[in-house]
């Protein structure tokens, strides 16, 4: 599906960057959810920006 979204996803506007109301994208969700797996393939593999913002975010949800 990542894959999918990554190729055919900007025709339709739609995008692995694009972010929610709440300002977060695929990968935040990945760590949030602790998809290992998921997240590995979205840093590494299709290059998504994880920002010193988002990351702290998550860590401040996942403490709650």
Do not use: D, H
């Not at 709440?22 to 290059?47: C, D, S």
């Not at 920002?51 to 860590?59: H, L, N, V």
């Amino acid at each position: 599906m990542l894959k999918y979204l990554r190729e055919v996803g900007p025709a339709y506007g739609v995008g692995l960057e694009m972010e929610n109301s709440y300002g977060l994208t695929p990968i935040v969700y990945a760590m949030i959810n602790n998809q290992l797996y998921t997240f590995v393939y979205l840093f590494f593999k299709m290059r998504c920006s994880l920002t010193a913002e988002r990351a702290s975010w998550t860590a401040t949800q996942l403490v709650k």
